[in-house]
């Protein structure tokens, strides 16, 4: 049924109607309504909800809720994401499935409580120590991101890895109908994950060993080895997971890549400027790690531009460089510190860059017609010189002749 519903509480809704009955957490702005929502909703379902005494504290006992084989997830934004990074690297390294929800907010610092994604580097390159990634997804709008949400569960538990999703504080508050199952009925039957490596004190058969979660490796060939299994996980990641949105690409010459809110935003830049006759298109990342390098690549045959658009100093060039590989200029726009870039403000830079390509088709035309011209005075002057060299030459022989007819 749909639903009016605030981004975060649709959040917390629909990771609990995909079967997540443990949450732990510390309130942190613009992600308190998950927890408020999650504290009262669990004990209704048999879940439990538990208010930390830090963001260190929460994210150690999703550590232990996952170990146990529990779905579990922990919500914070930025700073306390910082806080949790010690302990999401010991759940990967356990290899243990959770889900991680971040709503960003402006930065470095405390920084402030409006929307940014500044936090791009730090959840795509990992964040904390180690070699581990995690799965990143980016919603875009509330029903998205109860989807995203929901199949955050799953692809932790396909993994045994956290899962990442990632939103700003415009997603977590704004409200926008959803599509969710009533809180008040009955929740839907959630197909139960075998996880045999879970350490819940049962032994099977009398020879079997007792599970046990570590991460802890002292041998350094032991440990080559188990991040050499992590990095295998991590490329089956890459290859499965990696999710997109084309809007326009069929015939564009310049290609925004932007996600969450700012997709939005760079959504009604598009079809503004579509109507002025710029070939103008959005390719929007929904994973973010992965990122698509292959969506992107795909559409060099006809792009002459990449504009990416974020709120941020520009995080997610890189990775759109590193796709693009030199062939095409990567461009930048984008607003930070809490501010977000208006349909205006984006138009403003598509039309510079489609104002680009018509002065470079100007000069090139110049060029031609330089050439032209140039070419046909070469040849006229050639001409010219040819004929002014054969009036020389028969002057010079009427003089030739008349002074041999003069000595005779």
């Known amino acids: 049924m749909k639903k009016l519903m605030k981004g975060n509480e649709a959040i917390a809704e629909a990771a609990i109607q995909a079967g997540c009955r443990f949450f732990f957490g510390y309130p942190i702005t613009p992600q308190n309504q998950i927890p408020e929502y999650m504290s009262k909703r669990l004990p209704q379902v048999g879940g439990c909800f538990l208010q930390a005494e830090s963001e260190v504290a929460a994210i150690n006992m999703v550590y232990g809720a996952a170990g146990a084989g529990a779905r579990v997830m922990t919500s914070s934004s930025s700073p306390g994401i910082s806080l949790k990074q010690e302990g999401i690297s010991y759940i990967v390294g356990a290899e243990l499935p959770c889900v991680i929800v971040n709503m960003v907010r402006g930065g470095p610092g405390l920084g402030g409580i409006q929307p940014a994604q500044s936090d791009y580097y730090q959840a795509t390159r990992g964040g904390g120590h180690g070699d581990y990634r995690m799965c990143v997804l980016a919603p875009s709008s509330v029903q998205e991101a109860v989807t995203l949400t929901q199949e955050a569960f799953d692809i932790a538990d396909r993994y045994r890895n956290p899962v990442l999703v990632m939103g700003d504080g415009l997603i977590g508050q704004m409200m926008e109908p959803v599509d969710l199952p009533d809180p008040q009925g009955p929740l839907p039957e959630i197909k139960p994950v075998s996880k045999p490596w879970a350490a819940t004190g049962h032994i099977p058969t009398s020879e079997a060993p007792r599970a046990i979660i570590n991460s802890l490796y002292i041998d350094p060939a032991v440990l080559e080895k188990h991040c050499m299994h992590l990095q295998e996980k991590y490329d089956a990641i890459a290859q499965n997971e990696c999710r997109w949105q084309e809007e326009m690409l069929e015939d564009v010459e310049i290609v925004m890549v932007a996600y969450g809110t700012t997709s939005r935003i760079a959504r009604s830049a598009m079809r503004r400027c579509r109507e002025k006759g710029i070939k103008v298109g959005l390719l929007r990342p929904i994973t973010l790690w992965p990122f698509p390098e292959a969506a992107i690549r795909a559409t060099l045959k006809t792009a002459k531009h990449y504009l990416c658009l974020e709120m941020s100093t520009g995080q997610m060039v890189d990775d759109v460089k590193l796709a693009v590989n030199g062939e095409r200029?990567?461009?930048?726009?984008?607003?930070?510190?809490?501010?977000?870039?208006?349909?205006?403000?984006?138009?403003?830079?598509?039309?510079?860059?489609?104002?680009?390509?018509?002065?470079?088709?100007?000069?090139?035309?110049?060029?031609?017609t330089a050439a032209q011209v140039a070419g046909k005075a070469k040849t006229a002057i050639a001409q010219g010189a040819q004929q002014v060299l054969g009036e020389l030459g028969k002057a010079l022989d009427q003089v030739l002749n008349g002074k041999e007819g003069g000595e005779q």
């Open 329 to 368: 200029p990567v461009h930048f726009y984008g607003r930070t510190g809490g501010m977000v870039p208006t349909v205006a403000e984006m138009v403003r830079q598509i039309e510079a860059l489609a104002g680009q390509d018509d002065t470079a088709a100007q000069m090139e035309e110049l060029k031609r």
